[in-house]
């Protein structure tokens, strides 16, 4: 996969470097009444590209950074319930069970026989 990333990179810088020579013309750009530049056109186009790029680059990193902070906040999250989870069981304590009723007798818990 990483030669034909290369190839398509060394493709589409051969395509720049022959458009940049096929249009290598000086340009005149008025920025403001009385501010003139004279500049080279493929230039202009790359300044044109990366002053386009630069917002949508911050707001791909910004989002990024945020998706980011939330996977790791959930992967705490998960870390700390199988801690949870996988914690060793502690014995409950033996109870003794309850004596048994003398016979003829109720028990104090359980209501009389009413007829």
């Known amino acids: 996969m990483g030669i034909l990333r290369t190839i398509i990179w060394v493709l589409l810088t051969a395509v720049l470097v ?16 009385g501010q003139v530049l004279d500049t080279k ?20 990193r910004t989002t990024r950074w945020s998706l980011k902070r939330r996977l790791d906040a959930s992967e705490r999250q998960l870390a700390d319930m199988r801690a949870l989870a996988n914690r060793p069981v502690e014995a409950a304590p033996v109870v003794a069970p309850a004596p048994a009723p003398a016979p003829g007798t109720a028990s104090p818990t359980l209501p009389l026989d009413i007829p």
């Open 18 to 33: 022959i458009f940049a020579m096929a249009n290598w013309l000086a340009v005149t750009v008025t920025i403001w009444p």
């Open 41 to 60: 056109l493929p230039v202009l186009i790359l300044a044109s590209f990366l002053i386009g790029s630069v917002p949508m680059w911050i707001a791909l």
